[in-house]
T-cell receptor
Framework: AQTVTQSQPEMSVQEAETVTLSCTYD???????LFWYKQPPSRQMILVIR??????QNATENRFSVNFQKAAKSFSLKISDSQLGDAAMYFC?????????????FGKGTKLSVKP | ETGVTQTPRHLVMGMTNKKSLKCEQH?????MYWYKQSAKKPLELMFV???????ENNSVPSRFSPECPNSSHLFLHLHTLQPEDSALYLC????????????FGPGTRLLVL
């Protein structure tokens, strides 16, 4: 079965500090896409960052960056200079072909709290 | 409006009621999705539509009935639901069903009494 594991149900970080959220996945495919989504209390799932598996360079988006270790099937998210607005549930997901179209497989999420 | 919108945001219904959830995307996408989000569980894909045709139905009970009249609108018709169907129902869209990023709506919080 294809799965995504987020081993940290909850994390906490001090404002302006750096935090890393972990994610591992299990797939036999060689070509896939990885995502981190953020879901604040408003419930809107927002794309944070996307990584193509064929690219060796780690994706970055402003204060957000990933550490993609393909051999280890690891895809962690680093948030630098944490802000109060970063408090949310963070979901790791990967896209893979399933049947006649692609499927997004999600982890259970990590709840991030930011302390002022 | 921009992005993906969903109505209603909250819904309470009895087990004998019939209700519908609505999703609209303003992104010009060709694919739309329904997901179920329950506490402590990963998001579960329910239905996928591509160019108004259903391409995936992940063994969802028949008390959930999707409808996609055009590429911008997606409905989820509900009837004779069970309390365990209480969850957040999320709609998403993408350019197609390939490797494109999916964009989500704010969800409908459903409570079945």
């Amino acid at each position: 079965a294809q799965t995504v594991t987020q081993s940290q149900p909850e994390m906490s970080v001090q404002e302006a500090e750096t935090v890393t959220l972990s994610c591992t996945y299990d797939t036999s495919e060689s070509d896939y896409y990885l995502f981190w989504y953020k879901q604040p209390p408003s419930r809107q799932m927002i794309l944070v960052i996307r990584q193509e598996a064929y690219k060796q360079q780690n994706a970055t988006e402003n204060r957000f960056s990933v550490n993609f270790q393909k051999a280890a099937k690891s895809f962690s998210l680093k948030i630098s200079d944490s802000q109060l607005g970063d408090a949310a549930m963070y979901f790791c997901a990967y896209w893979v072909w399933g049947g006649s179209q692609g499927n997004l497989i999600f982890g259970k999420g990590t709840k991030l709290s930011v302390k002022p | 409006e921009t992005g993906v919108t969903q109505t209603p945001r909250h819904l309470v219904m009895g087990m004998t009621n019939k209700k519908s959830l609505k999703c609209e995307q303003h992104l010009g996408h060709n694919a739309m999705y329904w997901y179920k989000q329950s506490a402590k569980k990963p998001l579960e894909l329910m239905f996928v539509y591509s160019l108004e045709e259903r391409v995936e139905n992940n063994s969802v009970p028949s008390r959930f009935s999707p409808e996609c009249p055009n590429s911008s609108h997606l409905f989820l018709h509900l009837h004779t639901l069970q309390p365990e169907d209480s969850a957040l129902y999320l709609c998403a869209s993408s350019q197609d069903t390939g490797r494109e990023t999916q964009y989500f709506g704010p969800g409908t919080r459903l409570l079945v009494l």
